[in-house]
């Protein structure tokens, strides 16, 4: 059962075959919780260190999950703009925390993050139909491991610009 036609296209770059059904993708659907995770993560780092910046990188985060959610699940007509315009706030945001974050002793935070987030992009380029590793019934899906991955690696780059009373390290 499908919520509203949406475009054949929709969807179909990101391997897991479209079901017919209330969840078009459903690993991918699942999945997608993962950045509702992390920004639900990063809130409470944020109103434990009183960081700004944190709220704003909790509600994009929210905000990226459930616009994928409704992208891969129910896909009604507006779920593409629901998931892309998140995700151009989410690097805005993920620029102010970098520039933020200029502390030295802050390096290994955004190292872990980044390494992450490569192998996020690994995943990315596997999850695509394209990919020789595309397997479009299996409950495996690279793209939903590009999921969260990179909901892992932009919770764990929040924190840097957490205080360093927060992160338990002497200024």
Known sequence: ?????????FGHSDCER???GALAQPVLTV???AYVA???VVL????RGRAPL??????VLVAVGVGSVAFHGPQPSWAKVAHDVPIIAVGVVYAAVLVRSRRAQWRSTWAVSAGV???GLVAYAAGRSG???CRPDSLWQYHGAWHVLSAAAAGCAVRAIAPPSERGQDQ
């Open 18 to 20: 479209i079901a017919d």
């Open 1 to 9: 059962m499908r919520f509203s036609t949406v475009p054949a296209s």
């Open 31 to 33: 999945t997608s919780l």
């Open 54 to 59: 944190a709220w704003a990188a909790a509600v």
């Open 44 to 47: 409470w780092w944020a109103v």
């Open 38 to 40: 992390a920004g639900m």
């Open 131 to 133: 990919s020789p590793l």
């Open 117 to 119: 987030f490569a192998l």
